[in-house]
């Protein structure tokens, strides 16, 4: 079993949700995947993470603009959207600009889309924070789901998976064991749960390469 600075390289691209802003930093969801494919038996390295806390999809985008090159990933994750939402950003905007950073993920996968894994945008508005914010939490609801559905289609046009986790986050949204300090953040327990879902994807994404 490889070691978790060994193996397969893999790119992780995001902002709070995948550097896990409120846990240890062994407790985010990209390394609790490489940890879950590890002991399964495929050797996968902890991923190099591209993220920050209140990122949005542009600004990702700069971010890898002035990153060194990133070179070729065996595995590339991307979960990215809500700050856009929560800033009010358009859904057109959203569209063109996660279409863009999609291709590019898969140009880190070295032109395969098949290495590539999108989650979609966890439900803010039914965390704690959301509840206690003053928000229209079935308006962030509408809004979430559209720019889900318009990442969802851009991965089906681009043959790249797509993992909806929305729906964990909905059930679980409010439940204290499911979050940070913040109220808002998910806990380590909750990325747990993500990567549950995740990981069987994972695996044949990786077995196909």
């Known amino acids: 079993m490889a070691a978790a600075g060994d193996g397969l390289p893999y790119l992780a691209l995001g902002d ?48 890898l603009d002035a990153a060194e090159p990133p070179g070729e990933y065996a595995f590339v994750s991307l979960l990215i959207g809500v700050n856009n939402q929560y800033r009010g950003r358009s859904l057109e905007d959203y569209r063109a600009q996660f279409t863009a950073l999609l291709e590019r993920a898969i140009g880190f996968a070295g032109g395969a889309a098949g290495r590539v894994l999108v989650l ?22 509408r809004e979430l789901d559209a720019c889900n559905a318009a990442a969802r289609t851009a991965c089906a046009a681009r043959g790249v998976a797509f993992l909806d986790i ?16 913040d ?27």
């Open 16 to 63: 709070s949700y995948t550097i896990g802003e409120g846990v240890a930093a062994e407790a985010c969801w990209p390394r609790q995947l490489a940890g879950a494919l590890r002991a399964a038996g495929i050797p996968l390295a902890d991923p190099r993470i591209l993220a920050a806390t209140g990122w949005t999809t542009d600004e990702l985008a700069a971010a």
């Open 120 to 141: 979609s945008i966890p439900d803010w508005g039914a965390t704690r924070f959301g509840r206690e914010s003053g928000r229209d939490t079935a308006a962030i609801a």
């Open 166 to 181: 929305t729906a964990i986050s909905r059930a679980h949204g409010a439940d204290a064991a499911m979050l940070a300090a």
């Open 183 to 209: 109220g808002l953040h998910p806990s380590a327990a909750a990325y747990a749960d993500w990567v549950r879902l995740a990981v069987p994807l994972a695996q044949r994404l990786l077995a196909a390469r």
